[in-house]
DNA sequence: CTACTATACGGAGGCACCCTCCGCTTTGCA
DNA sequence: TGCAAAGCGGAGGGTGCCTCCGTATAGTAG
């Protein structure tokens, strides 16, 4: 993560805004829909916008302990008060950020999924999301905690990436690319194994990156090549 | 846990303050002499002994997290200028209260293994050592994550916890009150995960209790009776 | 284009907490 | 009994949380 925030570099587009009016071109699961609500005034979205990533780009530096709203606003240029109106509790800023990234995740998928080598394209997804789990960790240790495990969001979270990976695995199995008695499930287990393992060596991402290096050969049929 | 802190309800002569010059009967393996330092003054140990008590009180009633240290020196009647002297900073007052509290469980062995029924001393401490989880759940999550598992204190803990039962459970099974083959490193495991679950139903002791007649039900060897 | 109002902004301010610093008190020894 | 050394404790500066409300602005109706 380098500076302002988002799954990768993407900016622009991305997937952000709680309830959008219409948005534009849908198509995705999306967890957006659950909390549907009058459309915002363009000011209020610019600056929801400017929080998550504000927030998204602290989280991943430092953890989501450990750091103050205030910080938070400071980096959106925002006033306390409109991260307040925002986002009620601090909990609710964890979770917007948590389904920010989630839908990063899909939106990455669904455009991934027309890619040319649909092996690479797998290894790419798990890449971003073990990227992203190095804010998920503390995240949703932080969230957990929170709000017990019984969220309807978390499990929506977990339901959306299981479907958007297993799309990705089944063409990369189709292909021919990919052994056939790997389920989606599984590998969403080992990516999460792989984010804290790597929490181990804090901070060195590529260890994180070999270990994903491993997996993948594990993945391939090797039928000839 | 009712009032004043401390493993059951003991009082006197439990086991406190870390560096007394010579406490008196000794005869525990003890965490303390680690930290060899300078005897205490009078006052000095008091006012250390209290807040231990008062901060395992609070900890046991609301967990180690949103406790500030300035009630807990209200609590023990004590300045805030002197808890920050004798724990410096919150973690070392974290890693006071663990290691009182295990100290106590091994005191409590010490005691039970001469005690009239083996298999009833072997259910006691496992209570007490369940109880006694109640502080330890969040505490020993919060030390874990200041001191990144290193720690010399947290393993001699587990050490020190393995031996105490240890203790006692060979000797319910060489009276053959409890079944051969269970290690103490299991019970320990199992008692771990007690704490857990108990943490489910955050607050009602008595599932606890449930949970470990059933266990100790498992155990007990079932000859003849 | 102007006027108007619902919506949103932003920061001052009240409260709690963290931690430090230092003048006053107590202890324990000679 | 006298006197250091050791210990006490709380005022105070810094920071974070959250609320409240006067001001600014987007979007709409005329």
Not at 121 to 128: G, M, N, V, Y
Not at 197 to 206: C, E, F, I, L, V
Request: hydrophobic share 45%.
């Amino acid at each position: 993560m380098t500076g302002t925030g988002r799954l990768t570099q993407s900016e622009g587009s991305g997937g952000s805004s709680p309830r959008a009016g219409t948005p534009a071109g849908s198509g995705v699961t999306s967890l957006r829909n659950i909390t549907a609500a009058p459309p915002m005034r363009a000011d209020a979205r610019r600056n929801y916008d400017r929080l998550i990533a504000a927030a998204t780009a602290v989280f991943a530096e430092r953890g989501a302990d450990d750091v103050s709203l205030e910080e938070i606003a400071r980096r959106a240029e925002v006033g306390i008060g409109t991260l307040y109106r925002h986002f009620p509790s601090r909990q609710s800023l964890l979770e917007a950020v948590y389904a920010d990234q989630v839908e990063g995740l899909e939106l990455l998928a669904a455009k991934l999924l027309t890619a040319e080598s649909p092996k690479a394209a797998l290894a790419e997804w798990l890449r971003a999301m073990v990227q992203f789990g190095r804010t998920k960790r503390s995240l949703s240790a932080a969230l957990v905690e929170m709000i017990g495990k019984e969220s309807e969001l978390l499990s929506s979270c977990a339901a959306v990436l299981r479907t958007s990976l297993g799309a990705l695995l089944e063409r990369a199995q189709q292909a021919g690319e990919v052994r056939q008695d790997v389920q989606a499930a599984d590998l969403l287990r080992l990516a999460h194994a792989l984010i804290l393992a790597a929490d181990w060596y804090a901070g060195d991402t590529s260890q994180a990156d070999r270990m994903l290096g491993l997996l993948m050969d594990g993945l391939t049929t090797r039928p000839a090549d």
